[in-house]
């Protein structure tokens, strides 16, 4: 049976099934699940717990014995299998097909995987899986309704927040599922339940690190590089979630780039710069300052560098994160 995540809870409310296979591309997700399998297990009476990680040199002989070795005062028990890389193998494979056909009264058995690519999902190993018991495949929500499951899961700690708030978190988080977890129980520390104000969570997710990365964001347009090392260094001292400090680069860049190619068509800073929402004396005199140095095809090439840093917070890139950001911000403040 192929479950959707939410169905999930619901399920885990009858008695349990033989089999639970647990897969997809958040990890945050599919430990929840799993989680939530475990607690159903020990309220059931599943007193007895053994985990098996495949890894190099792992025997698939101990998932049997594992199915047949009860002590002798023992309840009954579930197996917590783990299988990191998604690729059990033939020996696995087969391994697997022997034990989803050879149920085991008092024997419940949990599996979890990584993302799995399109071979793995016509395995007949997994085939068998699915059949025997519950499978559930736990993907990231998409950007676009990031805010939505944001809302969601404030909703469960009795807490909820207009719209521009739940944007301004999914902006803060997109890409990292465990930071946005993290973010949603810190405002549940923070704030009694009931309705979050726009100003209660910025407050709360720039909490550590807003006054420098404002810094940051003016160093940039003053075009002072050492000030811009300086900020950053410390940033980084501090631990601040490179997320973040994108997101502030990212967006100033987009900023000047809309501007730039606005005045370069003809059109009327003052005019462009309400439009882009900017009220802030201050900051529309540095905007003004920065533009003249700041050419179209220069910023271009600087939202480049930060789809680069983006994929490198995401592990799909090699490269050191705050080297990168010291090079974009000196590209960005020299004169």
């Given at each position: 049976?192929?479950?959707?995540?939410?169905?999930?809870?619901?399920?885990?409310?009858?008695?349990?099934?033989?089999?639970?296979?647990?897969?997809?591309?958040e990890p945050?997700?599919?430990l929840?699940?799993?989680?939530?399998?475990?607690?159903?297990?020990r309220?059931?009476?599943?007193?007895?717990?053994?985990?098996?990680?495949v890894?190099q040199?792992f025997k698939?002989?101990?998932?049997?014995?594992a199915?047949?070795n009860?002590?002798?005062?023992?309840?009954?028990?579930?197996?917590?299998?783990?299988?990191?890389?998604?690729?059990?193998g033939?020996?696995?494979?087969?391994?697997?097909?022997?034990?989803?056909?050879n149920?085991?009264?008092?024997?419940?058995?949990?599996?979890?995987?990584?993302?799995?690519d399109w071979a793995?999902?016509?395995?007949?190993?997994f085939?068998a899986?699915?059949?025997?018991?519950?499978a559930?495949e736990?993907?990231?929500?998409?950007r676009?309704?990031?805010?939505?499951?944001?809302?969601?899961?404030?909703?469960?700690?009795?807490?909820?927040a207009?719209?521009?708030?739940?944007?301004?978190?999914?902006?803060?988080?997109?890409?990292?599922l465990?930071?946005a977890?993290?973010?949603?129980?810190?405002?549940?520390?923070?704030?009694e339940?009931?309705?979050?104000?726009?100003?209660?969570?910025?407050?709360?997710?720039?909490?550590?690190a807003r006054y420098?990365?404002?810094k940051?964001?003016?160093?940039?347009?003053?075009?002072?590089?050492?000030?811009?090392?300086?900020?950053?260094?410390?940033?980084?001292?501090?631990?601040?979630?490179?997320?973040?400090?994108?997101?502030?680069?990212?967006?100033?860049i987009?900023?000047?780039?809309?501007?730039?190619?606005?005045?370069?068509?003809?059109?009327?800073?003052?005019?462009?710069m309400k439009?882009?929402?900017?009220?802030?004396?201050?900051?529309r005199?540095?905007?003004q300052?920065?533009?003249?140095r700041?050419?179209p095809?220069?910023?271009?090439?600087?939202?480049l560098?930060?789809?680069?840093?983006?994929?490198?917070?995401?592990?799909?890139t090699a490269?050191?994160?705050?080297?990168?950001f010291?090079?974009?911000?000196?590209r960005?403040?020299r004169r």
């Amino acid at each position: 049976m192929i479950l959707r995540p939410d169905q999930l809870p619901g399920i885990l409310e009858k008695p349990l099934a033989p089999l639970y296979l647990l897969h997809g591309n958040e990890p945050l997700l599919v430990l929840e699940a799993a989680d939530l399998i475990r607690a159903a297990a020990r309220r059931q009476g599943y007193t007895e717990r053994e985990t098996l990680v495949v890894g190099q040199g792992f025997k698939w002989d101990a998932l049997n014995a594992a199915a047949g070795n009860f002590s002798l005062f023992g309840g009954s028990k579930l197996i917590d299998l783990r299988i990191p890389n998604g690729k059990p193998g033939r020996d696995g494979g087969d391994a697997l097909q022997r034990h989803a056909r050879n149920a085991t009264d008092g024997v419940v058995t949990l599996i979890t995987l990584p993302e799995l690519d399109w071979a793995a999902r016509k395995a007949a190993w997994f085939t068998a899986l699915s059949e025997a018991g519950i499978a559930v495949e736990l993907n990231a929500p998409e950007r676009e309704r990031l805010p939505e499951w944001i809302g969601a899961r404030l909703a469960r700690q009795k807490q909820s927040a207009a719209p521009e708030a739940l944007a301004f978190i999914a902006d803060h988080v997109e890409g990292n599922l465990l930071a946005a977890h993290q973010e949603i129980l810190k405002l549940g520390l923070l704030h009694e339940e009931g309705r979050l104000s726009l100003e209660d969570v910025q407050d709360a997710v720039l909490n550590v690190a807003r006054y420098d990365i404002d810094k940051l964001r003016h160093a940039v347009l003053e075009g002072d590089p050492s000030r811009c090392v300086r900020l950053l260094e410390g940033l980084q001292g501090e631990g601040a979630a490179p997320p973040l400090v994108l997101w502030a680069l990212a967006n100033e860049i987009r900023t000047l780039a809309s501007l730039s190619t606005g005045v370069a068509a003809g059109q009327q800073l003052t005019a462009l710069m309400k439009a882009e929402r900017i009220f802030d004396e201050r900051r529309r005199q540095a905007i003004q300052r920065a533009l003249p140095r700041l050419q179209p095809a220069a910023l271009r090439a600087a939202l480049l560098h930060a789809a680069k840093i983006d994929r490198i917070i995401k592990g799909l890139t090699a490269g050191d994160v705050w080297d990168e950001f010291q090079q974009l911000a000196l590209r960005l403040s020299r004169r």
